[in-house]
């Protein structure tokens, strides 16, 4: 069974920056295309970034210039870079992968 852990979130003031982490249980490219979801209290779950195996990335409107995702496979591995937080970026970010895999999340609280 695929495994998806989330690691990396934190408590960090408005203008900092975190690094998400997500392993995966095989080859990250054996999935076709990775990505992040966050989910803020009260509200849906909503697409943050996503990485295909071709090295294809995209991205919220939300998230564009402050946010990369990226891969390394050796480490069966997914990053989420997130610079410049908001308050807004407050959520538990989920690591999802094709097939309808998500990993448990991880809180990510933007305070002061």
């Known amino acids: 069974q695929v495994q998806l852990v989330e690691s990396g979130g934190g408590l960090v003031q408005p203008g900092g920056s975190l690094r998400l982490s997500c392993a995966a249980s095989e080859s990250i490219f054996s999935f076709g295309v990775m990505g992040w979801y966050r989910q803020a209290p009260g509200k849906q779950r909503e697409f943050v970034a996503t990485?295909?195996?071709?090295?294809?990335?995209n991205y919220a409107d939300a998230v564009k210039g402050r946010f990369t995702i990226s891969g390394d496979n050796a480490k069966n591995t997914v990053y989420l870079q997130m610079n410049s937080l908001k308050p807004e970026d407050t959520a538990v970010y989920y690591c999802?992968?094709?097939?309808?895999?998500w990993g448990q999340g991880t809180q990510v609280t933007v305070s002061s």
């Open positions: 990485f295909a195996r071709s090295g294809v990335t």
């Open positions: 999802y992968a094709a097939g309808g895999r």
